[in-house]
C-alpha cells in the first residue's frame, strides 16, 4: 500500500494512463461502427442511472474495473462524438483537443489571472486574438474570452451592452431578438436585470431572417413609449435552420439607433474560414461582440465557448472586480480573463485549441467545413427531388430543414403530415446509423439535418439519404 494513495508513484501513472489511454483510442477508432444512439435500453439506462448515484465508497477500488462502469456511462448516451450525430450541433470532439486537455488538467495552470501562468495567458489570448480578428474580422484591440459555452459568452455580452447603454438604472432598458435566435438570448437579458416583458420577438422575413424594418420600427416605438433600447441581438446560424440574419442591414440599424449591437455566430461563426461562408457571414466585422462555440463548428470538446468584442475596455467596465488578497496579483502584458467575465478561476482554456490549430493547421479546419457545406448542399439537392417531402429553403450553412409534404391545404392536411413527420423521425432514428432531431417552423412540425462533425463524411450522408427517403416513401399521412 502506498503511503500517499493520492500520490501514484511514477510505474504506477503510467500503468493508470495506459489503461485510460487505451479505451479512449479503443472507442475513438470504432466511432464509425457504433450505433448513433445509445447502446442500452430503457430499462437498462434506469438501473445503471440508479447505480451511479451511490455515494463513493471509504476504500478505494479498483481503475479497471472503474473504467469498466465509465464505459457503460458512457454509451448511455446519443453518440455525439460519431458521424452518425446530425441532430443538434454536436461537439465531435478533435482527439488532439482531448490530448491538450489532459496534458492541461496534469499541469493543472491557473487562468484567471494572466500573472500566474503568464506564458499560457499569452498562448490563450492569441487564440482569442486569432478569433475576434482573423475569423471574426474584428479590428486591431479587439478581443475577448474563452466561456465555458455559448450561454455564458451571451451573457457576459448582455451585460457589457447593460453596463455601457443604462449604467446602474436598468428601468425600460430592452433587447430586440427574433423567434428563431438561440434561448439563451432571452435567459442572458433576464439573468442580466431584463425585465421579461422588455425583450421583444421582432418579427421574421418568409425566409426564416429577422425583418430590419420591423426591427426599427419595434425600437422607434418603443423609444417613443419612453423606453429604453440599448441591444439588438442577431443571429449568424440559426440552431432551428441554420439562417443568417441580415447582419450588414442590422448593424446599420443599431448604429443608427445608438444600440449595441451583439451577432450570435456560436454555429455559424467559424464557416467564416470558407470562402462560401466569408460571403455568407458578411457583416459579423461589423458588430460590437461576437458570440463563437468552437465546441460546435471548430469540433473542440464541449465546454469550449469564446466571446469576442470590439471595445474590450466595455467588457472590462462591466466585469471588473478584485480583493485585497489578489493585491499581489501584477499585470502580465495581456488582459485577466477574471476581469472580462463572471468567472474568476477556471482553467487555461486556450490550450485545447491551440494545440489542434497548431498541430493541424487552419487549413484542416477549412477544408472540413468546406466538406460540410458540401454535404449539407447534396441532402437538400437529394431530398429535394423526393416527391414526399417538403424541402423548405436551401441550406446557408449546413442544417437543411424538410418535413412531410401535406396532401392538400387544409389546416387538418397539415396536422396529418405533421403527425406523419413524427413518425418519419421515428423511423430514421430507429435504424440507429443516424440521428436527426426536429424543431417547429412557423407551427409546423420540421426535420432537421445538421451536419458539423468532423468524422462525418460522404459516406455516411449517403447512408442517411437511403435512409430517410426509404422510410419517406413508405409513410402514410393520411
Known amino acids: 500500500m502506498h503511503p500517499f494513495p493520492l500520490e501514484p508513484d511514477r510505474a504506477t501513472m503510467a500503468e493508470m494512463g495506459h489503461l485510460v489511454l487505451d479505451r479512449v483510442v479503443e472507442r475513438t477508432d470504432q466511432l464509425a461502427a457504433r450505433p448513433a444512439t445509445s447502446l442500452l435500453s430503457p430499462q437498462a439506462e434506469a438501473e445503471l442511472g440508479e447505480t451511479l448515484l451511490a455515494p463513493p465508497p471509504a476504500r478505494g477500488g479498483d481503475l479497471k474495473a472503474l473504467l469498466a462502469r465509465l464505459d457503460e456511462a458512457a454509451d448511455c448516451a446519443l453518440e455525439s462524438a460519431g458521424p452518425g450525430h446530425l441532430a443538434y450541433i454536436p461537439g465531435s470532439g478533435l482527439y488532439s483537443a482531448a490530448l491538450a486537455e489532459f496534458y492541461n488538467r496534469a499541469v493543472n495552470r491557473y487562468g484567471g489571472l494572466a500573472s500566474v501562468a503568464p506564458a499560457l495567458a499569452a498562448l490563450e489570448e492569441s487564440v482569442i486574438r486569432w478569433m475576434a480578428r482573423e475569423v471574426c474580422g474584428l479590428p486591431e484591440g479587439s478581443g475577448g474570452l474563452l466561456t465555458s459555452g455559448g450561454s455564458m459568452a451571451t451573457f457576459s455580452a448582455t451585460v457589457a451592452a447593460r453596463h455601457d447603454r443604462l449604467g446602474e438604472d436598468l428601468a425600460g432598458g430592452t433587447v430586440y431578438t427574433t423567434a428563431f435566435a438561440h434561448h439563451s438570448v432571452a435567459k442572458a437579458a433576464r439573468l442580466a436585470g431584463i425585465r421579461a416583458a422588455h425583450i421583444r420577438t421582432v418579427p421574421h422575413t418568409p425566409d426564416l431572417r429577422m425583418a430590419p ?266
Not at 471595445?311 to 472590462?316: K, M, P, Q, S
Open 213 to 478: 424594418e420591423a426591427a426599427a420600427a419595434m425600437i422607434r416605438a418603443d423609444r417613443d413609449a419612453g423606453l429604453r433600447p440599448f441591444l439588438l441581438v442577431a443571429t449568424a446560424g440559426t440552431t432551428d435552420t441554420g439562417t443568417v440574419d441580415p447582419l450588414p442591414q442590422l448593424a446599420g440599424l443599431a448604429r443608427r439607433e445608438d444600440v449595441r449591437f451583439h451577432i450570435d455566430a456560436a454555429y455559424g461563426g467559424f464557416f467564416r474560414l470558407t470562402a462560401r461562408g466569408a460571403e455568407r457571414l458578411a457583416g459579423i466585422e461589423q458588430a460590437d461582440s461576437v458570440t463563437l462555440d468552437p465546441h460546435k463548428t471548430l469540433f473542440m470538446p464541449f465546454g469550449t465557448g469564446a466571446l469576442v468584442v470590439r471595445d474590450l475596455a466595455a467588457l472590462h467596465a462591466a466585469h471588473d472586480g478584485t480583493g485585497s488578497y489578489l493585491q499581489d496579483m501584477a499585470g502580465a502584458g495581456v488582459p485577466d480573463s477574471g476581469r472580462l467575465g463572471p468567472e474568476l478561476t477556471h482553467e487555461i482554456r486556450g490550450l485545447r485549441a491551440w494545440l489542434p490549430l497548431h498541430l493541424h493547421g487552419v487549413n484542416a479546419f477549412r477544408e472540413a467545413l468546406d466538406e460540410k457545406l458540401d454535404l449539407a448542399e447534396h441532402v437538400h439537392d437529394t431530398l429535394s427531388g423526393i416527391a414526399e417531402l417538403e424541402v423548405l429553403q436551401r441550406p446557408e450553412l449546413s442544417t437543411m430543414i424538410f418535413r412531410v409534404r401535406p396532401v392538400g391545404g387544409s389546416r387538418a392536411a397539415a396536422e396529418r403530415a405533421d403527425a406523419a413527420s413524427r413518425r418519419l423521425l421515428e423511423r430514421i432514428n430507429g435504424h440507429r446509423r443516424i440521428v436527426l432531431s426536429s424543431t417547429v417552423v412557423d407551427g409546423r412540425y420540421t426535420l432537421r439535418v445538421c451536419v458539423v462533425s468532423h468524422r462525418t463524411h460522404h459516406d455516411r450522408i449517403t447512408e442517411a439519404l437511403q435512409i430517410i427517403t426509404g422510410e419517406a416513401r413508405n409513410i402514410p399521412v393520411a
